[in-house]
């Protein structure tokens, strides 16, 4: 059963009647000069080169620089004392190596040499003696 608000409705929408869109206006446009595609030319160049010059310089502020590999194994060989490994000395090593690389095989390298108070355990000693059954 209709209700007088869809009778009303339906009376708006048989009084509409479209409009013919007017005609857009039509510029004319002068075809361009040789000067000006000279100067899009120069401006293409000098941008390609700002671009070649700037993904350079990227490439060089990201270099590692490599060491000597006997240095790294003479460092890893001697025991670092060093503290728990928590997430303060974590964060602390991350903000000052090069690379995140670099701290996480930094903390890799040199394991726990300092043991634990009696009665605690490290979290990951827990976590790898843990046996799951699939």
């Not at 869109?21 to 293409?44: Q, Y």
């Not at 060093?82 to 000052?96: D, F, V």
Request: hydrophobic letters at 45%; zero cysteines; glycine letters at 2%.
């Amino acid at each position: 059963m209709p209700t007088p608000d869809d009778e009303q409705f339906e009376a708006f929408l048989r009084q509409f009647r479209p409009l013919v869109p007017e005609t857009l206006a039509s510029r004319d446009r002068a075809p361009r000069s040789r000067d000006s595609f000279v100067l899009g030319a120069w401006i293409s160049a000098a941008a390609a080169v700002l671009i070649a010059v700037g993904f350079t310089l990227h490439i060089r502020s990201h270099r590692t620089a490599v060491s000597n590999p006997a240095s790294h194994a003479a460092s890893a060989q001697q025991p670092v004392p060093s503290e728990p490994l928590t997430l303060r000395s974590a964060n602390a090593l991350l903000a000052a190596a090069p690379s995140f690389k670099a701290a996480v095989d930094h903390m890799a390298l040199h394991s726990q040499t300092i043991p634990l108070p009696h009665g605690q355990q490290s979290a990951i000693a827990v976590l790898s003696q843990e046996k799951i059954k699939l």
